[in-house]
């Protein structure tokens, strides 16, 4: 192979002439005077390796005795001896971790038992205690066997608090769900009273409370709400008072009503005398009536019924025994005819006629 240049036409023309007479071509002549090398750059680059190479690189090679190769399975044996504990360590630690992560659950379930907790804060604390032991015993593994948990707890706190941010009210029902649970100011099936909702609690979630009133209607409140506001729990004591009012007419002898009173509170037989006696009382004065109050006691399962029918025992009692039940009146008093109303005489004042004539200080 002959290295020509493109630019050199009479080298080309040399080099086939001397083809042709079948002559061996002399080494060309560049325009520049140079020699140029007529033989194949690749075989020569093999056929130097070959004459340069030394047969003790192959056997150290072969035999492990090559430098590089030797640090590279000293580094990686010594890699090996300083991972697999580490990796062990972190399986036991691991295996250990879920181990007592299971027994923790299972030990705040007994806690919530014993305390009578509802069925669904066991479920909900402790999924919610699981999964975090969990992802601690995770952490934990990962840190023995060198990576580090930082830059992974550093993003998941992040993340809560965008989503913190995000669902702030959530939270707070959230959070108002968990009190509720474990404060207990009502439980289901209590009747309650908050602000403008008054009826039975049906069911208590981790975000809302479903209440049901008298007229068959479901009312979700946030739990929130329930959490910070002031509440009447009306069944949360075994007894409960109820209260009665009944109205007399004026002029009504209350001696007589108040017997009438005694008798329909002892032939109610839901009437529990032993938590306490029962109080009838003067009440109010009103425009039309004179009010008696009447308190009586009675079980919390008991209260509505004694409420349905005690004031028509009220009515007819008072009929039968001829005393008055009032009611709005107004009294019209007609005027008699008089004689005519006149104004009495006054005498003239006399008036000063200019300026001059007034007497300063004389009142004149």
């Not at 493109?6 to 005077?33: I, N, R, Y």
């Not at 093999?46 to 090559?66: C, F, P, Q, Y």
């Not at 009944?246 to 109610?268: C, F, H, M």
């Not at 009382?281 to 019924?305: F, G, K, P, R």
Request: net charge neutral.
């Amino acid at each position: 192979m002959i290295l020509l240049d493109d630019k050199t036409p009479s080298l080309m023309a040399m080099a086939a002439a001397q083809k042709d007479a079948g002559a061996v071509p002399p080494p060309p002549q560049d325009e520049f005077g140079q020699t140029l090398k007529a033989t194949d750059s690749i075989s020569q680059a093999v056929k130097d390796s070959l004459r340069n190479m030394d047969i003790t690189d192959l056997k150290a090679v072969v035999t492990g005795e090559n430098t590089i190769v030797k640090d590279g399975l000293h580094a990686l044996t010594e890699l090996t001896v300083q991972f697999v504990p580490k990796l062990l360590a972190a399986i036991l630690v691991l295996w250990l971790g879920l181990k007592v992560a299971n027994l923790l659950r299972k030990a705040i379930f007994k806690a919530l038992d014993k305390r009578d907790a509802e069925p669904s804060l066991k479920t909900f604390l402790g999924s919610l205690v699981n999964l975090l032991l969990k992802a601690m015993v995770v952490f934990m593994a990962m840190d023995i066997i060198g990576i580090k948990a930082t830059s992974f707890i550093a993003l998941i706190g992040a993340m809560g608090l965008a989503i913190g941010m995000a669902l702030q009210g959530t939270l707070q029902n959230f959070a108002g769900g968990v009190i509720i649970l474990l404060m207990k100011p009502f439980k289901v099936d209590d009747y309650i009273e908050c602000g403008q909702y008054k009826g039975y609690i049906k069911e208590i979630r981790i975000f809302h409370t479903f209440m049901r009133p008298f007229n068959g209607r479901t009312i979700i409140i946030p739990n929130s709400e329930l959490a910070t506001k002031s509440l009447i729990n009306h069944t949360k004591e075994p007894q409960i008072r109820l209260d009665v009012v009944a109205s007399v007419a004026y002029g009504t002898d209350l001696r007589k009503a108040k017997e009438v009173l005694w008798e329909v509170i002892k032939a109610e037989p839901l009437v529990r005398w032993d938590f306490k006696e029962p109080v009838i009382a003067v009440s109010e004065l009103n425009n039309s009536s004179v009010d008696i109050s009447v308190w009586m006691w009675t079980t919390v399962e008991d209260y509505w019924e004694v409420w349905k029918h005690i004031r028509e025992d009220i009515y007819i009692a008072f009929n039968n025994a001829g005393v008055e039940i009032p009611f709005p009146q107004v009294t019209v008093h007609q005027g008699k005819d008089g004689a005519p109303i006149h104004m009495e005489p006054r005498e003239g004042v006399k008036r000063p006629m200019a300026v001059a004539d007034e007497h300063i200080g004389t009142g004149a």
